[in-house]
C-alpha cells in the first residue's frame, strides 16, 4: 500500500524535527513578506533545470560559461512564448560585479516581455559578506546552478512547517533522503520552491572571487570557499532530488538573502532548538540539462529526464 506523498515527508522530517507538519494548500500569495517571490504562486508545468558543470568553476573558471536565463528558458517548448517564473541557486553574474558570487534567482518574466527581477547575489567584502539586488535587465546566470521555473501559477502546494531539529539532517536532506529511501531508483522525484528559515542562524558558504591557482582538492576549496554564521529570517530558493541518476545531478541545492544584509549557500542551521523553518514546494514532472558538458551529458547540450511519476503524484497529493 503506498503512503501519500506528503505522508512520505512528514515521516522523513520527523526523524530529525520535534514539530513536524506536511499539508496540501492554495499556495499563499508569495510576492509577500516573508517570502517575497516574484511571483505569487509557484504552480504550472515544473520543472528543473540544471545548468553547467562544477568543472566550469574549478580548477579554474571558464568565463564563457555565463547563461541568460531568459533566452535559456526560452528554448524549452513548452516556454516558448508564456510567463514564466524562475528560482534556485546557482553561481551569480559574475560580469555584473566583476566578481565571482553566489546568485539567488526569484525572477518573474511575462510573455509580453516585461520582467520583475528579484534576483540578488551574494559577495565577500573585505570585512565580511554583501547582499546586492541585481538590477531588473541583469538577468543572467552564470557557471553551474539549479532553477526550479513554473508558469507562476497559484494552486495546490505543499506547504511544510517543521520546528526544533532533533535529528543531523537539515531541513531540505531530511525531505530528500526520505524520498531516496522510499521511491525507487527508477522513480525519481523532484521538488523546487522556497522556504523561509525564521528563527535561529544558518551556516552557509559565499564563494571568494575566482581562485588565481587552480583548486585541485578538498581542501583548496574548502580554503577558497568562505563560511559564515547568518541570522533568520532567511529567504532560500532552489531544488532537490531524490536520485543523482547517470546525469549527476546535485541532490539539493539551495541560496539564501535577506534583508539584512546576509546569505549565501544553505548548508544547514546552527541553532536546532529554536529552527523554524517554513517552505512551499511542488513537485516537478521533468529535469532538463543545460550544458551539463562533462561525464556522460557531453554529446549534446539539453537534455530531458521526464518524471513520468511526478503527475501521479501530484494527483494523490490534491485528491488527499
Ligand atoms: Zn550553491
Not at 105 to 127: A, C, F, L, M, P
Request: with cysteine; net charge negative; proline share 4%.
Amino acid at each position: 500500500m503506498p503512503l501519500y506523498f506528503s505522508l512520505v515527508l512528514q515521516n522523513a522530517l520527523v526523524k530529525n524535527f520535534d514539530f513536524v507538519s506536511v499539508e496540501v494548500v492554495d499556495s499563499p500569495n508569495l510576492t509577500e513578506g516573508p517570502f517575497y517571490l516574484a511571483s505569487a504562486g509557484i504552480g504550472g508545468d515544473p520543472l528543473i533545470i540544471e545548468y553547467g558543470n562544477d568543472d566550469y568553476l574549478i580548477p579554474l573558471v571558464d568565463r564563457s560559461k555565463v547563461y541568460d536565463l531568459i533566452p535559456t528558458i526560452r528554448q524549452i517548448p513548452s516556454y516558448k512564448d508564456k510567463d514564466f517564473f524562475a528560482c534556485g541557486a546557482g553561481a551569480g553574474p559574475f560580469d555584473w560585479i566583476q566578481q565571482c558570487c553566489e546568485g539567488i534567482y526569484n525572477i518573474k518574466v511575462n510573455q509580453n516581455g516585461s520582467v520583475d527581477n528579484e534576483n540578488h547575489v551574494v559577495r565577500t567584502t573585505s570585512n565580511g559578506i554583501q547582499v546586492l539586488k541585481v538590477p531588473n535587465n541583469e538577468t543572467r546566470a552564470a557557471l553551474l546552478g539549479n532553477i526550479f521555473l513554473t508558469e507562476g501559477n497559484a494552486g495546490k502546494v505543499l506547504k511544510v512547517v517543521s520546528r526544533n531539529r532533533t535529528g543531523d539532517e537539515n531541513f531540505i536532506s531530511s525531505m530528500r533522503k526520505g524520498l531516496t529511501e522510499y521511491y525507487s531508483e527508477d522513480q525519481i522525484v523532484g521538488l523546487g520552491g522556497v522556504f523561509v528559515m525564521k528563527s535561529g542562524s544558518a551556516f552557509v558558504h559565499v564563494m571568494d572571487d575566482f581562485s588565481e591557482t587552480p583548486i585541485n582538492t578538498d581542501e583548496d576549496l574548502n580554503n577558497w570557499l568562505t563560511f559564515h554564521q547568518v541570522q533568520a529570517p532567511l529567504i532560500a530558493l532552489g531544488d532537490f532530488v531524490s536520485q543523482e541518476t547517470d546525469f549527476k545531478l546535485r541532490l539539493q541545492h539551495f541560496h539564501s538573502y535577506s534583508r539584512h544584509n546576509q546569505g549565501g549557500h544553505y548548508h544547514h542551521d546552527t541553532t536546532p532548538s529554536i529552527v523554524e523553518y517554513e517552505g512551499y514546494f511542488n513537485i516537478v514532472n521533468r529535469i532538463i540539462i543545460v550544458d551539463k558538458n562533462s561525464a556522460i551529458a557531453s554529446t549534446f547540450s539539453i537534455a530531458t529526464i521526464i518524471l513520468s511519476t511526478s503527475i501521479a503524484m501530484f494527483l494523490e497529493l490534491v485528491r488527499k
